[in-house]
């Protein structure tokens, strides 16, 4: 029998006060079955709830705030090595929410290092390249929001995002030099994937 657990990582008015990420799990009837309160950067998922997460027939959905309204993180998105995490999504202090969920290219043994880290090591090296106008704050709050794009660009993550007005037009100002470095990004991650499909 297939049934669903929506996993919520939400804020709460206490925890967005103390600048906390916060865990909600939601069942299928849409009552509260547990919460778990964080830290300032990272809920931990504890052991029993981490086994229920790698059954295929969970279907869960992550949400979780993010204090400092950044995207989601290397360490958000593996969560959907998990078999039963469907959707992870993280919603900023600001009203920025971003989403994601498995591509067709998506590939549980080779994300954190392969994948996400080269499409990331890749736009840090744009950004810099290109003397984008930002200052460091700015641009280190668009970098895991670029990596996203740039692997729904290749087919690894499926991707929304809808930023705050303030987000957006920080994001408006560069969005040409963003458009190269997504696309340089995507460009690298295709290429290993070759690399690594290669018949030996």
């Given at each position: ?26 069942g ?20 029993e ?77 744009r ?74």
């Open positions: 029998m297939q049934w669903t657990v929506i996993v919520l990582l939400m804020s709460s008015a206490a925890a967005t006060a103390a600048a906390q990420e916060r865990l909600v799990i939601i299928p009837d849409h009552t509260l079955l547990a919460g778990i309160t964080g830290g300032a950067s990272s809920v931990t998922i504890p052991p709830l981490d086994g229920v997460l790698r059954r295929a027939d969970v279907h869960a959905r992550l949400t979780h705030n993010h204090p400092n309204s950044s995207g989601l993180s290397a360490a958000d998105l593996e969560q959907l090595d998990k078999p039963g995490v469907d959707v992870v999504e993280a919603v900023g202090a600001d009203g920025s929410r971003y989403e994601a969920s498995r591509g067709p290219a998506y590939r549980p043994d080779q994300f954190e290092t392969g994948q996400y880290g080269l499409a990331e090591s890749e736009v840090r090296r950004l810099l390249k290109g003397h984008i106008e930002m200052n460091e704050a700015n641009a280190d709050n668009q970098v895991a929001h670029l990596t996203a794009i740039a692997l729904h660009k290749e087919g690894v993550l499926v991707y929304h995002a809808t930023l705050s007005t303030e987000r957006r037009r920080s994001y408006d100002r560069n969005a040409v030099a963003f458009g190269y470095v997504t696309e340089g990004a995507a460009a690298v991650v295709r290429k290993q994937g070759a690399l690594t499909e290669r018949p030996r």
